[in-house]
């Protein structure tokens, strides 16, 4: 992953040298991101966490079902997310979003506050 894609308070995957996990971002300098737990990760160690129904479920969206055009739509705090297919389209500013971090940067932008997730 690239420095410009994440922001603190993101989740992320890290594949660590003798490892895998979903870690929370709580610093950051152009080199490495330092994580809740106390460990760090250079960037390339970062992967995004792919956005699943399951994981909005988790993080708290409800599920208002199928529209019209059989389209799945999920609501959190006037946040509207569609599944399309494969697909989650974030209503309000049209982005498609793959990962979880960048549903949480969208959200930041629409809020001005972080979505506030435990994964663990």
């Given amino acids: 992953m690239k420095h410009n894609e994440i922001r603190i ?14 870690a929370r971002i709580i610093s950051m300098s ?10 760090t990760a250079t960037y ?3 992967r995004p966490i792919k956005l699943t129904k399951k994981l909005l479920k988790h993080i708290g969206f409800d599920c208002f079902g199928k ?18 297919g494969k697909e989650f389209y974030e209503f309000q500013t049209g982005t498609y979003l793959k ?14 506050n972080d979505l506030k997730i435990n994964l663990k």
Avoid: T
């Avoid at 152009?30 to 460990?39: I, L, S, T």
């Avoid at 529209?67 to 599944?83: A, F, N």
């Fill in 9 to 22: 308070d993101n989740w992320v995957r890290w594949n660590g040298p003798s490892h895998k996990e979903d």
């Fill in 30 to 39: 152009k080199e490495e991101v330092m994580f809740a737990c106390g460990d």
């Fill in 44 to 46: 390339n160690e970062l």
């Fill in 67 to 84: 529209d019209w055009e059989g389209v799945d739509r999920y609501e959190l705090h006037l946040m509207k997310i569609e599944i399309r």
């Fill in 99 to 112: 990962s979880l971090h960048q549903l949480q940067n969208v959200y930041y932008s629409l809020h001005e």
